[in-house]
């Protein structure tokens, strides 16, 4: 069953390309837990840890054993073409 991503992560960035970051920026799309997360802290010192690379390469399961939460594979969640 594939699950939308912004009901697992707390937000979700649709990435296009470096040179739209520069121009315009990245689309932001939280969850309402993330957004929660984000407005509690958002004035306080954090650290922030994000994982770019290629589809099913370990990036799921890095996150999960940093985090200790169970994280699904990219193949079980919608994806955006």
Do not use: A, C, H
């Not at 969850?31 to 509690?40: H, I, Q, V």
């Not at 802290?41 to 999960?64: A, F, R, Y």
């Amino acid at each position: 069953m594939e699950k939308d991503s912004t009901d697992i992560y707390d937000v979700k960035i649709d990435i296009n390309s470096m040179k739209s970051l520069l121009e315009d920026g990245w689309e932001e799309e939280f969850s309402n837990k993330g957004k929660e997360r984000y407005d509690k802290k958002k004035d306080k010192p954090s650290v922030v840890v994000s994982v770019i690379g290629n589809q099913n390469k370990g990036k799921s399961w890095i996150l999960g054993k940093i985090s200790g939460e169970e994280i699904p594979k990219g193949l079980q969640l919608k994806q955006k073409v």
